[in-house]
């Protein structure tokens, strides 16, 4: 089976760094991603880590590690249309399953 | 040109009608995919299709139909739809079945439908 824990919400404020963080456990894993889904519209993809470390991409970096299950996704600089929701999600086999998403709130 | 299209946006209906979603993608992608999201927004794959063979099917009742009538569309058909329905249904599509490095999922814009 598979489980996926993620934070409800958090807030965070303008031009500020949040990190936020992913436990799994999983059979079978193949690589963890990352989305971005605004309200009302379609997740987009963000990042796969396959291997332990930091993937740094822009404002947005994320981290694997393996041997803990666990994952991060760092985002610098906080813009006002970085408020969303952030999916983490594990793949699996052949398939992609995702946790229940943190609601980022960002502040002036 | 959209990369993954979904119709219709919106959708309402009686209870025990029958409905259909269609997706298409103009990617070249092999494979793709049904995702329901509900009301608490847990995003959750319902069908995979690969080249139009079905890969996937997490234990959706078979009111659920998807067709694949060729690898740049999957439609999803409900029968006898049921309140416990109401959701987002968003359709998806990745150049390959196996899970690979950025093998990313590209989503369709969602189809949000309500069932009274």
């Known amino acids: 089976g598979q489980n996926i824990d993620q934070p409800t919400e958090m807030t965070a404020t303008e031009g500020a760094i949040v990190q936020i963080n992913c436990t799994y456990q999983?059979?079978?894993?193949?690589?963890l991603f990352w989305y971005q889904q605004h309200a009302g519209e379609a997740p987009t993809f963000l990042s796969y880590?396959?291997?332990?470390g930091l993937e740094e991409k822009g404002r947005f970096s994320s981290f694997l590690s393996r041997s803990k299950g666990y994952s991060y996704l760092l985002l610098k600089e906080l813009q006002m249309k970085d408020s969303a929701s952030y999916l983490c999600?594990?793949?699996?086999?052949?398939?992609?399953?995702f946790g229940k998403g943190t609601r980022l709130h960002i502040l002036p | 040109d959209t990369a993954v299209s979904q119709t219709p946006k919106y959708l309402v209906t009686q209870m025990g009608n029958d409905k259909s979603i269609k997706c298409e993608q103009n990617?070249?992608?092999?494979?793709m995919y049904w995702y329901k999201q509900d009301s608490k927004k847990f995003l959750k794959i319902m069908f995979s299709?690969?080249?139009?063979?079905?890969?996937i099917n997490e234990t959706v009742p078979n009111r659920f139909s998807p067709k694949s009538p060729d690898k740049a569309h999957l439609n999803l058909h409900i029968n006898s739809l049921e309140l416990g329905d109401s959701a987002v249904y968003f359709c998806?599509?990745?150049?390959?079945?196996?899970?690979?490095?950025?093998?990313?999922?590209?989503f369709g814009p969602g189809t949000r439908l309500t069932v009274l």
């Open positions: 990617l070249g992608h092999d494979t």
């Open positions: 998806a599509s990745s150049p390959i079945s196996d899970l690979g490095l950025n093998n990313e999922q590209f």
């Open positions: 999983t059979s079978g894993f193949n690589g």
């Open positions: 880590n396959v291997l332990d």
């Open positions: 999600a594990v793949g699996r086999d052949d398939k992609i399953i």
């Open positions: 299709y690969n080249n139009k063979e079905l890969i």
